[in-house]
């Protein structure tokens, strides 16, 4: 396999990695919400967009691909942010076997 070249410039982007977690409420349930995990340095790559029928509502997805150094807190299920923007992740991968990035399979939430 042909190990991508990756330029260390490219990873220009400083994104928050944020996980979602469960607080008592002191009335027996839960509220949930959103802890900085790390800040790391990405790449930020679009892939696409589709309109997205729902309901009434026609909804835009917007997806990305994120590329990072290698990091082992990475999860489906977590959160990057980018300035006001919040990309949900739906994959995690080491794109070429070598364990040397993760790449992140990421849909833009709207707001």
Same mark, same amino acid.
């Given at each position: ?5 990756? #330029? ?34 990405? #790449? ?12 009434? %509502? ?14 082992? %807190? ?15 992740? %739906? ?11 993760? #790449?992140?399979?990421?849909?833009? #939430?709207?707001?």
């Amino acid at each position: 396999m042909v190990k991508p070249i990756i #330029q260390s410039g490219s990873f220009r982007r400083r994104v928050t990695l944020q996980e979602e977690t469960e607080t008592p409420d002191g009335c027996g349930g839960f509220t949930t919400g959103w802890v900085s995990v790390s800040d790391i340095w990405a #790449q930020i790559t679009p892939v696409g967009s589709a309109s997205i029928s729902r309901a009434d %509502n026609v909804d835009q997805e917007v997806t990305h691909t994120v590329m990072v150094r290698k990091t082992g %807190n990475l999860q489906q299920g977590m959160r990057l942010l980018f300035g006001s923007r919040i990309f949900l992740i %739906n994959s995690v991968y080491d794109p070429d076997e070598t364990g040397r990035y993760t #790449q992140c399979d990421v849909r833009e #939430q709207s707001s």
